[in-house]
């Protein structure tokens, strides 16, 4: 069965996890578009930032030019926690479908908070820390960065403050109440603790919430909040920085069984599991030093790649936050209920966006029954039951390989499987009873987000 002399799960030694994050920043060429400053179209300096960001994460963001940034001891130690985490050779998968394909996946699902999120998490928690802040707050939609922040937070002793999408809140209490356990505050948004939330509740009494509402309530709660900063779990370069030790283990996994990806694939959301993965590939793809098909793959019903404009627009519905250059389908954008909780963000990493700009990668959208079925399949034959957002990348994995199947090419895909499902049964029993839908915005739908991008030219 296993074509190849390799094992079925490749678990790095403890020794062999990375010791440095990796910054794509410092081999593009042309750099990601900087952050501005709403009032002034300036680029956002450190200055400008310290309001809201700690210290330490702010030169991160700003730092396009250092290839490798050292893991702190500290940071390392949580690491060995859950890391490394399993390279898998999908046999059964490879033998299900009859592909010639060589299939990988590497499964970040194996801590609590069941997902990559913790890579960053721990990061921003223990800067935050060390900067003697008492605090942190954030937003959460499904639900997942909340859970990696509180244990992160539990274990540096902060103050952990969640805006939880009210719809989130409402359809998910265990999620909620795994964040409690570990000692953080949950608060639906929006709410009435913030001037924002309650005018967005003036203006729209029935709001089940967004991801871009809950952001203006956690930034706004960090600024006037003494010794507190906020933190964001994608879409920012300190997300795909730390991000990076999911490509790097890969990289590392791949070179001691001389294993050589054709195809690397991701979901992507705000695109941190994604830039993750392919940092350590990308870099040696800009360097010159070898050549790989990159692709993002993302939901139909919120396609920011496939359909959006690469424009500078506001990162949140309130207005609060930096501008940022990427594909985006509008800060006003609401993406129909999509099962996928985790991608349905309206913008996109400006790293990726250049970079899928440049042609240096692909993005294809998916169909949300087409997804479950790929994780349905996925989950009788890997025995792994796979978030809803990673299955997007099952789905194009799979393609992949049975586009091989047809032409007998022997290509070697490799994807992230970025987390575990139990906590989305209500979406898989939505497609066990077949009353999944696929909605997929029109050209009218998409015209209303668009509108509300500012026409920024710099
Ligand atoms: C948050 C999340 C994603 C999407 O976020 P990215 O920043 O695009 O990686 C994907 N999978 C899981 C399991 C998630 O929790």
């Known amino acids: 069965m296993n074509k190849l002399d390799v094992p079925y799960k490749i678990y790095l030694d403890e020794k062999e996890i990375p010791s440095s994050w990796y910054n794509v920043r410092a081999d593009m060429k042309t750099k990601p578009a900087p952050l501005i ?10 200055e400008d930032m310290r309001p809201v960001f700690c210290d330490e994460l702010i030169k991160q963001e700003l730092d396009n030019d250092t290839a490798y940034i050292k893991i702190p001891d500290e940071i390392l130690n949580f690491y060995k926690m859950y890391r490394p ?20 996946y590497k499964f970040e699902g194996n801590n609590t908070s069941g997902s990559h999120k913790l890579n960053s998490a721990i990061a921003q928690a223990y800067y935050a820390k060390k900067q003697g802040l008492k605090g942190v707050t954030t937003e959460t939609g499904a639900g997942q960065w909340g859970t990696a922040l509180a244990m992160a937070c539990s274990f540096f002793k902060l103050g952990c403050k969640v805006y939880m999408v009210k719809v989130s809140y409402e359809q998910k209490p265990f ?14 948004s929006p709410s009435m603790e913030t001037e924002i939330g309650r005018k967005i509740n003036a203006e729209h009494p029935n709001t089940t919430g967004s991801l871009g509402c809950a952001i203006s309530e956690a930034v706004e709660v960090a600024a006037s909040t003494e010794g507190y900063r906020y933190v964001l779990g994608s879409v920012l370069n300190q997300v795909l920085l730390h991000q990076s030790i999911i ?5 590392a996994a791949c070179d001691k069984y001389g294993i050589k990806p054709d195809v690397i694939i991701g979901c992507a959301g705000g695109g941190s599991n994604l830039g993750g993965l392919i940092s350590p590939f990308m870099g040696e793809k800009l360097r010159g030093e070898a050549d790989y098909q990159i692709i993002a793959v993302e939901p139909a019903s919120c396609p920011s790649f496939t359909r959006g404009k690469f424009a500078y627009d506001f990162c ?3 207005k609060v936050c930096p501008m940022a250059k990427m594909y985006t389908l509008g800060h006003d954008f609401i993406p129909s209920a999509n099962h996928a909780g985790g991608l349905r963000y309206h913008g996109m990493s400006s790293i990726l966006s250049q970079l899928y700009h ?3 990668m692909e993005a294809r959208s998916v169909e949300q029954t087409s997804v479950f079925e790929a994780a349905e399949m996925f989950a009788r034959v890997e025995g792994i039951l796979p978030a809803p957002e990673s299955a997007h990348a099952i789905r194009a994995a799979i393609d992949e390989a049975l586009k091989c199947k047809q032409t007998g090419e022997e290509k070697t895909i490799i994807f992230g499987l970025t987390g575990t499902g139990y906590f989305d049964m209500v979406a898989y029993e939505k497609y066990n009873d077949h009353v999944m839908t696929d909605y997929i915005p029109t050209d009218e739908d998409l015209a209303k987000g668009f509108a509300g991008i500012p026409n920024i030219n710099l």
Do not use: W
Request: overall charge negative.
């Open 37 to 46: 400053h709403p009032g002034t179209l300036k680029p956002m300096t450190f």
């Open 85 to 104: 985490s399993p390279l898998t050779h999908a046999v059964f998968l490879e033998e299900a479908l009859g592909t010639p394909a060589h299939i990988f």
């Open 175 to 188: 999620r909620r109440e795994v964040m409690r356990t570990y000692g953080a505050s949950v608060t639906p």
């Open 247 to 251: 490509g790097l283990e890969t990289k």
């Open 316 to 318: 949140d519905t309130g």
């Open 358 to 360: 440049d042609g240096l």
